[in-house]
């Protein structure tokens, strides 16, 4: 499975970003598995930003994006997003995503598997 992630870049607090990644693979469907947001600031551990289910209907945020971050998928076109708003500069990280492999909690990391390379999104104060 690749995971390619994009949307990265420069953006003043209070802006937005929308984050893709997009999954392929020879056997891979991407619509029978859940997906994952991760980021990594510097010096930091990479920690949980948000989940999707399958086909949608669920999601879950870390508390510090939740109300902010949005996270959806199209599955016709194998691709996870990631809507970023009132973007802070506590934001700045590399940002990954993941297919969730694991059955049990879907804010775990060890849950997930297949990570994307990641895109740096940097929010200036």
């Known amino acids: 499975v690749q995971l390619q992630a994009s949307g990265g870049g420069l953006v003043q607090a209070g802006g937005s970003l929308r984050l893709s990644c997009e999954a392929s693979?020879?056997?891979?469907?991407?619509?029978?598995?859940?997906m994952g947001w991760f980021r990594q600031a510097p010096g930091k551990e990479r920690e949980f930003v948000a989940y999707?289910?399958?086909?949608?209907?669920?999601?879950l945020y870390a508390d510090s994006v939740r109300g902010r971050f949005t996270i959806s998928r199209d599955n016709a076109k194998n691709t996870v997003y990631l809507q970023m708003d009132s973007l802070k500069p506590e934001d700045t990280a590399v940002y990954y995503c993941?297919?969730?492999?694991?059955?049990?909690?879907?804010?775990?990391?060890?849950?997930?598997?297949?990570w994307g390379q990641g895109t740096l999104v940097t929010v200036s104060s």
């Open positions: 999707i289910a399958w086909g949608g209907g669920s999601v």
């Open positions: 993941a297919v969730k492999t694991g059955v049990s909690r879907p804010d775990s990391i060890y849950e997930y598997d297949h």
């Open positions: 693979g020879r056997t891979f469907i991407f619509s029978d598995h859940a």
